[in-house]
């Protein structure tokens, strides 16, 4: 993932190579050994969305992770036109690197309708102002950490809010994991819903499974923890914002295994819930 949110905007941005097959870059300089999972996401849903009337978005997509990304080559996104209906359209993708499937994704798009309307209310919680920055978290790890979450992960600003470990949560044995922190795009994106959504789908996938690890003392980032996202399923129900401050609202309702399962609501910082999330992912015990 790179540092710049510019990068990150040229990302989205895919080569036509024929109807329906398109190749997305990778970011120049990346140390990660695996394509980021949040890349495929965004990059294979604007290739849907490129084949889509323009009067239509997404409001849901399933995406299944099959093998790791290959970072030091493009990938190809193939386009299935699944069905085009009167309100709603269905597209398949697959992405491709090594003559091999590395991804699949079902995503369906609507046109605008009016209808009932309703959501949860977004729970009390400080202000993204009051909520410390990830980065004074990542520098209790040391400056090498500092310098690779600077390098990989800057196109985002995120604030830690915190968890419910037990000793901050008499009510931990009622709800076991629950994690908490805003984030939003750290910069201006263009004045697109189509970008908004992928920037949206590009950094879902970055915390969400760390959830699962909540009631076991661990973070994603341990040596002690094989993590690698299996799964993942987005609803849009409202329009997103992703350069505006969203609470991703994370709970991991189970763990077992060697797999977690985190669900996540999204609010926008007036309280509207934009989004739901749910991602299985491994979160494989290593001793070190």
């Known amino acids: 993932m790179p540092a710049s949110l510019d990068d990150v905007i040229g990302l989205l941005d895919l080569e036509r190579l024929e109807v329906g097959l398109f190749r997305g870059s990778q970011p120049a300089g990346s140390s990660l050994k695996r394509v980021f999972g949040g890349q495929v996401a965004a990059q294979a849903l604007m290739a849907a969305q490129l084949t889509v009337p323009e009067d239509r978005f997404v409001h849901s997509l399933h995406l299944y992770f099959i093998l790791g990304g290959d970072p030091s080559i493009p990938i190809i996104y193939d386009v299935e036109n699944v069905r085009d209906g009167r309100s709603f359209t269905t597209r398949r993708v697959a992405a491709r690197q090594h003559g091999e499937i590395i991804f699949y994704m079902t995503a369906s798009f609507q046109v605008e309708e009016d209808g009932w309307d309703h959501q949860d209310r977004m729970p009390d919680v400080p202000a993204?102002?009051?909520?410390?920055?990830?980065?004074?978290?990542?520098?209790?790890?040391?400056?090498?950490?500092?310098?690779?979450?600077?390098?990989?992960?800057?196109?985002?600003?995120?604030?830690?809010?915190?968890?419910?470990?037990?000793?901050?949560?008499?009510?931990?044995?009622?709800?076991?994991?629950?994690?908490?922190?805003?984030?939003?795009?750290?910069?201006?994106?263009?004045?697109?819903?189509?970008?908004?959504?992928?920037?949206?789908?590009?950094?879902?996938?970055?915390?969400?499974?760390?959830?699962?690890?909540?009631?076991?003392?661990?973070?994603?980032?341990?040596?002690?923890?094989?993590?690698?996202?299996?799964?993942?399923?987005?609803?849009?129900?409202?329009?997103?914002?992703?350069?505006?401050?969203?609470?991703?609202?994370?709970?991991?309702?189970?763990?077992?295994?060697?797999?977690?399962?985190?669900?996540?609501?999204?609010?926008?910082?007036?309280?509207?819930?934009?989004?739901?999330?749910?991602?299985?992912?491994?979160?494989?015990?290593?001793?070190?």
Not at 166 to 175: G, M, T, W
Not at 243 to 260: I, K
């Open 128 to 288: 993204p102002d009051e909520s410390t920055p990830l980065i004074d978290i990542i520098q209790l790890r040391g400056p090498e950490a500092v310098a690779h979450w600077t390098k990989e992960w800057s196109s985002f600003d995120m604030r830690y809010i915190g968890d419910n470990r037990p000793q901050d949560d008499p009510q931990r044995e009622l709800v076991p994991a629950v994690q908490r922190l805003w984030f939003r795009a750290n910069g201006t994106l263009p004045e697109s819903r189509i970008i908004h959504n992928a920037a949206f789908a590009y950094i879902s996938d970055l915390s969400l499974l760390g959830a699962s690890l909540v009631p076991h003392g661990q973070f994603i980032g341990s040596d002690r923890v094989q993590p690698a996202s299996l799964d993942h399923t987005i609803w849009f129900h409202r329009p997103v914002q992703a350069d505006q401050w969203l609470l991703y609202d994370q709970t991991s309702p189970s763990a077992s295994g060697a797999r977690g399962l985190s669900t996540a609501r999204v609010f926008s910082e007036d309280g509207t819930l934009v989004a739901s999330v749910a991602q299985e992912g491994l979160i494989r015990r290593i001793n070190p």
